[in-house]
C-alpha cells in the first residue's frame, strides 16, 4: 500500500476531507474490522493513504520528491528537507566567529551526518559570488578559503545524492518567486540589501544568471558619485547604499543613521535611482527587496514605491510593486529546493 504524508496537516483541503469521512468510518467499523491507512501520528501530520491532491502528496517510501536543502551563509548557516514544496525540517547555526571555509564545511558535513536520512537531491544556496557552470565557489565577503571550492562535489560525496548549487541573491530570487506564484509574478527582481547590495533575475519563469554566472551585479550599477568601491570602481551603489559603507562612512550602524528622517529619504533616493535603472532595462512585474536593512520594513517599501511610482509617471509606464521578502531566510531554503529539483532533472 502507498503512504503519503501530509505536513499542513488542517491547511489541506483533501487532508480535512479524508480525515472526517475517516471518523466517520470508525464510527460505523468495517466487517473486515480493519482500518486501513491511516495513523494520526501527530496533530500536524497524518499518515493516509490514496490522497487525491497532487500538490501535497508525496510517497514517503520511494523519496521521490524529498529534497535536503541548504544555505551556507558569512556568520551562518541553515539546512533543512523540504518535501513537496514544504520545508518541514529547520535547523540553523552561528559559525561562531569562524573565517575559515575549511572549518565552516567541517560544521555543515557534522550537521549533515547527524540528519542521517536519505534525499532525492540536495540545493545549496552559498553566501557569496559562485559559478553556475562550473558549480565552484567565489569569494566569500565573510569568510575566505571558499575561492575555487568545488562544492557541488564535494556534497555530492558527502550527502551520495544529486546536488546544485547557486549563489545565495539567486536561491532566494527562486524562494520569491515561488512564494508569489500566481501574484503576476513572470518577471521578479530580487535585491539584498545588507553589508553589501546585489539581486537576481526571474525572467520568463528562469533564474537569469548571464553568460558568466555574473548576471545581478547591481551593487557596481555606476549611480554617479566619486567614491571608490571595493570592486575598483567609482560611482557604484553599493558603494552608497550597503550597510557596510554607510557604517564606516558614518562611523554609526547603518540601523541607527536610517533613523535620521533625513538621511533615510537620501539614502532611499538614490536606492530608487539604481532600482530605475534595473527597471528600464528589465521592466519586472515585481521587485522583491531582502537582506538585513530590509528591517525598515513598510517605511522602506512605501517610500520605494512612490519613488518609482513618480519616476513611472515620468513617462506613462506602470511600475513594478514593491514587496518585503521573507523575513525569516527560510524562502531562500524553498529556493534551494527548487534547485534540488533541478539537479534531478
Ligand atoms: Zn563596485
Redesign the pocket.
Known amino acids: 500500500m502507498d503512504t503519503f504524508i501530509c505536513f499542513r496537516g488542517n491547511e489541506c483541503p483533501t487532508l480535512s476531507a479524508k480525515t472526517d469521512s475517516l471518523k466517520d468510518s470508525r464510527k460505523t467499523p468495517r466487517s473486515s474490522g480493519r482500518e486501513t491507512g491511516v495513523k494520526i501520528h501527530a496533530p500536524s501530520m497524518v499518515v493516509f493513504s490514496a490522497c487525491t491532491a497532487r500538490h501535497y502528496q508525496w510517497n514517503a517510501y520511494d523519496l521521490g520528491v524529498r529534497f535536503l536543502v541548504v544555505d551556507i551563509g558569512g556568520t551562518k548557516s541553515a539546512l533543512g528537507v523540504v518535501d513537496n514544496g514544504v520545508l518541514t525540517e529547520y535547523q540553523t547555526w552561528q559559525h561562531a566567529g569562524e573565517s575559515d571555509a575549511a572549518v565552516v564545511r567541517s560544521m555543515l558535513a557534522e550537521q549533515l551526518m547527524e540528519l542521517k536520512r536519505p534525499v532525492a537531491a540536495c540545493g545549496v544556496s552559498f553566501g557569496g559570488s559562485f559559478d553556475f557552470i562550473q558549480q565552484t565557489c567565489g569569494r566569500s565577503f565573510h569568510v575566505s578559503g571558499w575561492e575555487s571550492f568545488p562544492l557541488k562535489a564535494w556534497l555530492s560525496e558527502v550527502v551520495q545524492a544529486p546536488v546544485l548549487c547557486d549563489n545565495d541573491a539567486n536561491v532566494a530570487a527562486l524562494g520569491e518567486y515561488e512564494r508569489l506564484a500566481g501574484e503576476n509574478s513572470e518577471s521578479l527582481m530580487y535585491v539584498t540589501l545588507s553589508t553589501g547590495v546585489g539581486s537576481a533575475f526571474v525572467l520568463n519563469r528562469a533564474i537569469w544568471r548571464g553568460a558568466h554566472s555574473l548576471a545581478g551585479?547591481f551593487?557596481?550599477l555606476d549611480v554617479g558619485h566619486s567614491n571608490m568601491?571595493?570592486?575598483?570602481?567609482t560611482?557604484?551603489?553599493?558603494?552608497a547604499v550597503s550597510g557596510y559603507w554607510l557604517q564606516r562612512d558614518l562611523d554609526e550602524p547603518a540601523a541607527g543613521i536610517l533613523e535620521n528622517e533625513e538621511r533615510f529619504l537620501d539614502w532611499t533616493d538614490v536606492l530608487a535611482q539604481g532600482l530605475w535603472a534595473a527597471v528600464t532595462l528589465i521592466d519586472p512585474a515585481v521587485i522583491v527587496l531582502g537582506g538585513g536593512m530590509v528591517a525598515q520594513g513598510e517605511r522602506l517599501q512605501s517610500r520605494l514605491q512612490q519613488l518609482l511610482r513618480d519616476r513611472a509617471a515620468l513617462t506613462n509606464r506602470p511600475e513594478p510593486r514593491v514587496e518585503l521578502g521573507d523575513s525569516t531566510g527560510r524562502s531562500v531554503l524553498i529556493g534551494a529546493g527548487l534547485l534540488a529539483k533541478e539537479a534531478l532533472a
Open positions: 551585479e551593487g557596481h568601491c571595493s570592486c575598483g570602481q560611482g557604484c551603489l553599493e558603494r
